[in-house]
């Protein structure tokens, strides 16, 4: 490979690099053409790229951009290394994982992992990455945690509605029966209140009888 082409490869492999906030180091090491084709399908199907490149170059494009931001991964430069770009940081470890169980091996290796500024060293973190929470989770879960609080809210508002209802349906039910007792009331005083009446107008009668049997003698005279 001459200078150009080494020049070539940095260049690339910063622009990559620059692009993602994850990137894993892997180990393909003992892998077949055949095996390096089907995870590179793997990879494609889930949007992760994947690089080959010489260790070399990889520690030269990154100390090119930031040495001290990746220093913690220049110790998993070794042996053959195969480079996963990804949006998603779990993508890689899902794969990595998937494409072991099928070809029930141990390779790819993961030497590193570096998620948006964090490094993750050795093959031991393989199954934690695979449950790393993703961005898109990690809003999801706090807007389940927001929305907890008003959900809870509305459910005893619309108890407090139906329990209302019910009170309500109660004191109608309740009411009724004192409504039908105040309408048969004055039904019944009315015959009580109106017994007074009875001898003031047979006294009147009365009164008109007398002259009369005054004046029977005066016409005799």
Do not use: W
Not at 41 to 66: F, G, P, W
Not at 94 to 112: T, V
Not at 193 to 203: G, N, R, V
Request: hydrophobic share 45%; charged share 25%.
């Amino acid at each position: 490979m001459t200078k150009q082409e080494k020049n070539d490869v940095i260049e690339v492999l910063k622009g990559k690099f620059s692009q993602y906030n994850n990137f894993y180091i892997t180990d393909t090491e003992s892998l077949t053409v055949a095996q390096v084709t089907t995870l590179r399908s793997h990879c494609y199907d889930r949007q992760v790229e994947m690089k080959v490149a010489k260790n070399t170059l990889i520690r030269k494009a990154l100390e090119s951009l930031d040495a001290e931001k990746y220093s913690g991964v220049y110790d998993s430069l070794h042996n053959v290394t195969a480079l996963l770009f990804s949006e998603n940081p779990k993508d890689p470890a899902m794969i990595l994982s998937s494409f072991r169980k099928e070809s029930k091996g141990e390779k790819p290796e993961l030497k590193a992992a570096f998620i948006n500024g964090d490094v993750f060293v050795g093959d031991n973190q393989l199954i934690a990455l695979t449950k790393i929470k993703t961005k898109n989770e990690l809003i999801g879960e706090v807007i389940g945690l927001l929305q907890a609080p008003i959900q809870r809210v509305l459910g005893a508002l619309q108890n407090k509605d139906a329990a209302a209802e019910v009170v309500a349906e109660v004191a109608v039910e309740q009411a009724a029966p004192a409504a039908s007792v105040e309408e048969v009331a004055p039904v019944v005083e009315a015959p009580v209140a109106e017994a007074p009446a009875a001898p003031e107008a047979a006294a009147p009668e009365a009164a008109a009888e007398t002259p009369t049997a005054e004046a029977t003698p005066e016409a005799e005279a």
